[in-house]
């Protein structure tokens, strides 16, 4: 099971581009990279999923490097209501028993 | 846009009383699954079931039943509420397809006296 590492909080403010890094030395050959979005009483809700290289959708992009033993989530230009809390996953598709969330990043965007 | 509905925002109960919590989604994915969200710990896996009257444990199954018996519909049972359970629930859904991601509800708080 491949564990991740995420820093617990970040600040910003608004107008930026947000990097969040997630480190998964352990990653296997099969291992997906999954971020996920949590606002306050709400679930995680799914942002952006990648296997290497870059994938980029309309709400964020996902760099992966060669070795895959780390990703970063950029959010470009972030608003008041990107505060939440990040969550990196590292497992194979097919294994639901793997998906480990951990306690994620806590970006706070300030005005 | 696939919806998974708790059945309730907040939830009190009392120390030893059997409590329902029932999920439903609306997208006929095969997989489902209860978490639990404590400060500190991030979200845990209690059950999780990848067909309809099959279930697997998770990481922390003890004191929880579930069933499924229509696709669905996942409930979890807690069979003797305990203050160690008080804690907020989240259900989720997935296809059973590759990479499908896991769409949750808004979760359940649950405050056990």
């Known amino acids: 099971l491949a564990k991740t590492t995420q820093p617990i909080s970040m600040d910003s403010y608004e107008g930026q581009e947000v990097n969040i890094t997630c480190s998964h030395n352990?990653?296997?050959?099969?291992?997906?990279i999954t971020w996920y979005q949590q606002f306050p009483s709400q679930g995680p809700r799914f942002i952006i999923q990648g296997y290497k290289t870059k994938v980029t959708n309309e709400v964020a992009s996902l760099f992966i490097p060669a070795d895959r033993k780390s990703s970063t989530l950029s959010l470009p230009r972030v608003s008041l209501s990107d505060t939440a809390v990040y969550y990196c996953l590292v497992a194979p598709p097919e294994n639901f028993n793997k998906f480990y969330f951990g306690s994620g990043t806590k970006l706070n965007v300030k005005p | 846009d696939v919806k998974v509905t708790q059945s309730s925002r907040y939830l009190v109960k009392r120390t030893g009383e059997k409590v329902f919590l029932e999920c439903v989604q609306d997208m006929d994915h095969e997989n489902m699954f209860w978490y639990r969200q404590d400060p500190g710990l991030g979200l845990r896996l209690i059950y999780f079931s990848y067909d309809v009257k099959m279930k697997e444990k998770g990481d922390i199954p003890e004191g929880y039943s579930v069933s499924r018996e229509k696709k669905e519909r996942f409930s979890l049972i807690l069979e003797s509420a305990s203050t160690n359970q008080t804690s907020m629930y989240l259900c989720?859904?997935?296809?059973?397809?590759?990479?499908?991601?896991?769409?949750f509800g808004n979760g359940t708080r649950l405050t056990v006296t």
């Open positions: 989720a859904s997935s296809s059973g397809q590759g990479r499908s991601p896991l769409h």
């Open positions: 352990n990653i296997a050959t099969n291992d997906y």
